[in-house]
């Protein structure tokens, strides 16, 4: 007859046990009203999938096939990425905002630089294939960020000043992270002066991961060199991003804030407040020269004597 399981207990429930035909003419009186009530449950976990980077399609696809419970949603989506043909074009890797990278164009002798996932395994694999404890740690990551938008209020941003996204739904391993509302810092005079309301972090998580740290860099704008603890290439000097210093109780949400913390310590700014700088990317590969060199030069000094990385 086409009814839901949820439909079917709730029928049954509501008929006390007297049998089919109660229970049949409870889902025929009740057929508007649930199907009301539906509408609003899928609606709601809709806007969150595509809030985690999910594409429309896909969402629908989900509910269709496990209803609308977000996590079974959002796992059904993981489970099942390698089989569906793409149906809309990648997410966008950040949000929109007047500092998009469409308003920052690479200098005109410079070809701007794509950003690419730090290299694993082939991306047609599932998470949930390649490895299950980083790929459910990463799922409740981003369970929590989105009960965090789904209680309204300004959501994530609101409530910590940041959002965080995977770049791509085909990669849960990969996020890009938006921090923003600096004040009282010269940092937000110089994010003011440019006007653009965010700093950009992007985010590799290991196979490993939480038994490992993510490998985070600055993506956009360009710091000034000497400040935010932020070397040349964008790595980040902090021993909380290296093997010694992580602890693997550690949420995104409180990974960030640490983050936002030592940029703040470190006296961060721009690189320049002109408001028609043209600059490229931050990449992979020279925060990662920068990393190793944090690595080496820390477990030969520690992390108080070495002056080469006073704030940078």
Not at 119 to 125: E, G, M, Q, T
Not at 292 to 308: F, N, P, Q
Request: net charge negative; with cysteine; glycine share 6%.
């Amino acid at each position: 007859m086409g009814f839901t399981t949820r439909r079917v207990s709730a029928a049954m429930a509501s008929a006390g046990g007297h049998g089919f035909g109660p229970a049949l003419q409870w889902l025929l009186d009740n057929e508007e009203t649930l199907d009301a009530k539906e509408d609003e449950r899928d609606a709601a976990v809709y806007t969150q999938l595509e809030a985690m980077g999910f594409s429309s399609a896909h969402a629908h696809e989900a509910v269709s096939a496990v209803g609308e419970e977000l996590g079974e949603a959002v796992q059904w989506l993981l489970d099942h990425r390698h089989k569906r043909p793409r149906l809309l074009p990648p997410a966008r890797s950040d949000f929109s905002g007047p500092d998009a990278p469409s308003e920052q164009p690479p200098l005109p002798s410079e070809a701007k630089r794509e950003e690419a996932p730090a290299p694993r395994v082939a991306p047609s694999v599932a998470p949930s294939a390649r490895a299950p404890l980083s790929a459910k740690r990463l799922m409740a990551e981003l369970r929590s960020l989105a009960q965090l938008e789904a209680r309204g209020a300004g959501g994530c941003r609101k409530a910590h000043q940041f959002e965080a996204a995977p770049v791509h739904e085909e990669d849960l391993y990969t996020w890009d992270v938006h921090l923003y509302d600096f004040e009282g810092d010269g940092l937000a005079r110089d994010m003011e002066a440019r006007k653009i309301e965010r700093i950009t972090l992007r985010l590799h998580f290991p196979d490993q991961f939480p038994t490992l740290p993510p490998f985070v860099h600055v993506l956009r704008p360009r710091l000034r060199e000497g400040t935010g603890y932020v070397l040349p290439g964008g790595s980040i000097c902090m021993e909380l991003l290296t093997p010694s210093g992580w602890s693997p109780v550690t949420s995104i949400i409180a990974l960030v804030m640490s983050i936002r913390s030592m940029l703040h310590a470190g006296d961060a700014r721009l690189r320049t407040t002109a408001i028609d700088a043209k600059e490229v990317d931050y990449c992979y590969a020279e925060a990662q020269r920068d990393f190793r060199d944090i690595v080496k030069t820390h477990k030969a000094h520690g992390w108080k004597s070495a002056a080469k990385f006073k704030h940078s």
